[in-house]
């Protein structure tokens, strides 16, 4: 890490070429295979990873910081996306009563696959619970990881993620294809 | 401490999970059709975050990106390779934009929008048309959640957005990347509606390539920048740098235009229209035609 803080170009490279297939990874799994600044987003991504390589204090895994930072510079993005798109059709902000997008084509194909609703959910839930969930979700973490990542204590991890889980949950019950899909082969709670 | 089903989903997902626990996550999940939900998203998302073909050259071009942004530029200072009439299209997206906030020029965005008359550019040569390409899909800003998060992450997030800013140990942005870099990010600033980032970039441009097709071009958007806030004294230094050194070039009734602008602001009003004149004489076409002859008008009859 040394040698990339003092600007040396074959560390970067190094470096560069070992975390961006991850954050492409990240980037796709959070905005969708579809999303047209995937590049861009991957690349603002990339960029902050290195820019914040100074303040990276070793907690965790330099993999671990790189995919963080992408995820949030993701979720920025689609919260941004979200933003603007409840701007432009004047929908009501309430959480529950957001409709999801417009099928796309991947939605379409995936139309039993809850990637769509949990990036709906990245976009709309508060940040706290957003991020709990995409380091959940997205990147795998576990309860003690995500507590060690944003410096929380565990039960305030669960607590996001119970409210993150409820979340899902409501909006699945609310889409009646996707309940279906889900509920094939599995008994659904009262 | 016994792993709860989020750990159990995660370690599944990873491939850790022993026979023991393998049996637990399944009862879990048996149990909790949020817990269900929330494994079903993990696994969809792992599936959706899969390598796809292409990824390696897309790979290959985030990391060339950031190297360019990093690393300080090397290259030589280049010749004009790249053409005038693709130079100036992208420099005419730029100025469109940058027209924008100029309220007299508000009702020439349309034009410029829709039927302006883009100089012809048959085939781009790739830098320009990396140019043109920036202009339009340079990302507009997103509010940080670093208000939310740990410090490291949350800083790296946010300094990143800001070209003009970056961190001590790292080479400021405007140190790196080729003329056309510079000029797309510069763009990309002022759509964000940073126009001081945009300046400061433009300037880097100008003074690290000078003899440049964008740091010419880079003088239109900085004439717009510097006249939509009050420079009015600089900016028609850049006006008229521009009209000096390409006086038929294809951005010259902008130049014309922003010069009789910039005139007008310093109460030179004569040779402001001189301006507007040589613009109607040269370019009775223009998209700034009808607004050069209102202006002339307007100042035939004023006091």
């Not at chain 1, 965790?60 to 963080?68: D, E, I, K, M």
């Not at chain 2, 159990?8 to 949020?34: C, I, N, W």
């Not at chain 2, 530029?73 to 004009?80: D, G, K, L, M, W």
């Not at chain 2, 790739?126 to 208000?147: D, N």
Request: charged fraction near 25%; glycine fraction near 6%; include cysteine.
């Amino acid at each position: 890490m040394g040698a990339i803080c003092r600007g040396d170009p074959d560390a970067l490279r190094t470096f560069l070429s070992a975390i961006v297939p991850q954050l492409l990874r990240v980037v796709r799994s959070v905005l969708g295979p579809e999303h047209p600044d995937l590049e861009d987003v991957a690349y603002e991504a990339a960029y902050a990873v290195v820019d914040g390589l100074p303040s990276f204090r070793g907690e965790g895994t330099v993999l671990h910081f790189a995919c963080r930072v992408t995820v949030l510079s993701a979720m920025n993005v689609r919260r941004r996306d979200a933003a603007q798109k409840r701007a432009l059709v004047r929908v009501p902000t309430e959480l529950d009563d957001v409709e999801l997008d417009a099928p796309n084509p991947e939605e379409r194909a995936q139309a039993s696959s809850l990637a769509p609703i949990v990036r709906e959910l990245l976009a709309t839930l508060p940040d706290t619970l957003a991020e709990a969930l995409a380091l959940h979700v997205v990147l795998g973490y576990t309860v003690a990881e995500i507590a060690q990542a944003s410096r929380l204590p565990i039960e305030t991890v669960r607590s996001r993620l119970r409210l993150a889980k409820q979340a899902l949950r409501k909006r699945v019950l609310n889409n009646p294809a996707l309940r279906e899909a889900v509920d094939a082969g599995a008994e659904v709670e009262a | 401490m016994k792993d709860s089903v989020e750990d159990l989903s995660a370690l599944a997902r990873r491939g850790e999970l022993d026979a023991s626990q393998q049996r637990r996550l399944e009862l879990a999940l048996q149990s909790s059709s949020e817990a269900r939900l929330l494994h079903r998203a993990g696994l969809d998302l792992d599936l959706a975050g899969s390598m796809l073909p292409g990824d390696d050259a897309l790979a290959e071009r985030v990391k060339r990106r950031v190297l360019l942004r990093v690393l300080p530029a090397v290259a030589p200072r280049r010749r004009r390779l790249v053409s005038w009439g693709v130079a100036a299209a992208a420099a005419c997206l730029a100025v469109a934009a940058a027209a924008g906030a100029v309220t007299e020029l508000r009702p020439l965005r349309a034009l410029f929008g829709l039927s302006a008359p883009v100089p012809p550019a048959p085939v781009p040569p790739a830098p320009a048309r990396q140019v043109a390409a920036h202009i339009v899909t340079t990302l507009p800003p997103s509010p940080s959640p670093a208000a939310q998060v740990a410090e490291p992450v949350a800083s790296a997030v946010a300094s990143a957005r800001p070209a003009a800013q970056s961190s001590p140990k790292v080479p400021a942005p405007v140190d790196a990347g080729s003329p056309s870099e510079l000029f797309a990010s510069a763009a990309g600033a002022r759509r964000r509606g940073k126009p001081q980032e945009a300046i400061v970039l433009y300037d880097a441009l100008q003074s690290r390539f000078p003899s440049s097709p964008e740091a010419n071009a880079a003088d239109i958007a900085l004439g717009m920048l510097r006249l939509s806030h009050g420079s009015a004294r600089s900016a028609l230094e850049h006006f008229s740098r521009y009209l000096a050194h390409n006086p038929r070039a294809e951005l010259a009734p902008e130049a014309l235009w922003g010069q009789g602008q910039a005139l007008s602001s310093l109460g030179r009003q004569s040779e402001a229209r001189r301006s507007f004149g040589s613009l109607l004489e040269r370019y009775p076409d223009s998209p700034y035609a009808s607004a050069a002859r209102a202006k002339l008008e307007a100042t035939k009859s004023g006091p």
